[in-house]
Structure formats: structure tokens, C-alpha cells
T-cell receptor, first 109, second 113 residues
Framework: GQNIDQPTEMTATEGAIVQINCTYQ??????LFWYQQHAGEAPTFLSY??LDGLEEKGRFSSFLSRSKGYSYLLLKELQMKDSASYLC??????????WGAGTKLIIKP | TAGITQAPTSQILAAGRSMTLRCTQD?????MYWYRQDLGLGLRLIHY???????GKGEVPDGYSVSRANTDDFPLTLASAVPSQTSVYFC????????????FGSGTRLTVV
């Protein structure tokens, strides 16, 4: 079967760094996506990895290891507005996204 | 503004009644999707359409039907609503070739009483 695992909830302090991990087992791989979802809103695109390595975009970075079925999202210089759920999703061989349940990130002052 | 429009934003529906959730996109994306999102369960795919004229069943299709008469519109119909269909429903679209991920509508919050 297909499976995406990520922690249910994490807590971090404003100004700090947090790493959200995601492991996956899917039928085929056409890329891994991270989305941010604020409470009551739609998910919005954050990052896309299809090759191994680190992709950096401002305060956010995403890493992929295809051989390990592993990714992480790194958030630096945390701000209160980063409090949200972070969804990991893998695009399978049919170009459909398989979604993790999401990690709720709580930022404390 | 380009994107996906969903309607209504929210709805309270009596059990046993039917309802159609509307979804329209103006990005000329081939693929469209309907998800429901419930607390602790993440996004679950209800139905999808890879191109106009075709549809497919997702993970949780029972009690729902869709149609894709043209590229822009992808309505979701509940023929006879039940309380377990209380959820937030998101429509999404993608180019269908793996590029750019999914674009989401703002969601419809449905309560079946």
C-alpha cells in the first residue's frame, strides 16, 4: 500500500529552527511536495523536490532522499505566522498526489 | 484573478437531501480533484478527472458523484446526504503532467444534520 508518515504535532519557539520529517512508501515517484495550511484555509504550495538534495527558498528549505524514502521541511527564523499545518505529499506513478495527514506546528513566543 | 472558485463557502444540509458543490477553474488545467478533509485524517480523494469527459474514483467515493462536461467545471453531487459527510471539501486542479503541484479552491464547509 501507499503510505506517508509525518509527526502529528510539533512545538517550536519564535526565532528558532524546526525540522518536519516525512517518510513515504508509494507506487512510483514523480516528486515530493510540501504544502502549508493555515486553520480554516486551503493548502498552499511551499516546495517541490524531484531530485535528491536540498532546495532552499528563503526561510524554508526542503530536502529529499529517494533511496531512503525521506524528506524534511526546514523552517528557519520562525515567526508566529508560521503556525499552521504542514502537509507532505508524494506524486505517484499516475501523477496523483498521495497525502500525509499533516503536521500541526505550534509557535510559542 | 486566475484560480479555482468553489461555491458555496458553507452549507447546512438536512440528512437525506441532495446537494451539488460547484468548482470552476480558469487555468485550463487538465486534471481536477475533489477531496474531503477531516480532523486527524488529512486530505482524502473522493473523485478525480484527468481530462474533460473522464472521471475516476478516489479513496472515498461512496455517496458522491461527479461529472466533467468541460475543462473548467467539476461539480460534486451528494445524492442523499448523511451526517458522516459532514466535512470540509476542497476542489483542486493540476496540469496533470506532474508540474506545479495542485492548486486548491478555498473550500466548502458542509454540515449534514
Amino acid at each position: 500500500g501507499q503510505n506517508i508518515d509525518q509527526p502529528t504535532e510539533m512545538t517550536a519557539t519564535e526565532g528558532a529552527i524546526v525540522q518536519i520529517n516525512c517518510t513515504y512508501q508509494t507506487s512510483g515517484f514523480n516528486g515530493l511536495f510540501w504544502y502549508q495550511q493555515h486553520a480554516g484555509e486551503a493548502p498552499t504550495f511551499l516546495s517541490y523536490n524531484v531530485l535528491d538534495g536540498l532546495e532552499e527558498k528563503g526561510r524554508f528549505s526542503s530536502f529529499l532522499s529517494r533511496s531512503k524514502g525521506y524528506s524534511y521541511l526546514l523552517l528557519k527564523e520562525l515567526q508566529m505566522k508560521d503556525s499552521a499545518s504542514y502537509l507532505c505529499a508524494v506524486m505517484d506513478s499516475n501523477y496523483q498526489l498521495i497525502w500525509g495527514a499533516g503536521t500541526k506546528l505550534i509557535i510559542k513566543p | 484573478t486566475a484560480g479555482i472558485t468553489q461555491a458555496p463557502t458553507s452549507q447546512i444540509l438536512a440528512a437525506g437531501r441532495s446537494m451539488t458543490l460547484r468548482c470552476t477553474q480558469d487555468m485550463r488545467h487538465n486534471a481536477m480533484y475533489w477531496y474531503r478533509q477531516d480532523l486527524g485524517l488529512g486530505l482524502r480523494l473522493i473523485h478525480y478527472s484527468n481530462t474533460a469527459g473522464t472521471t475516476g474514483k478516489g479513496e472515498v467515493p461512496d455517496g458522491y458523484s461527479v461529472s466533467r462536461a468541460n475543462t473548467d467545471d467539476f461539480p460534486l453531487t451528494l445524492a442523499s446526504a448523511v451526517p458522516s459527510q459532514t466535512s470540509v471539501y476542497f476542489c483542486a486542479s493540476s496540469a496533470g503532467d506532474g508540474s506545479g503541484g495542485y492548486n486548491f479552491g478555498s473550500g466548502t464547509r458542509l454540515t449534514v444534520v
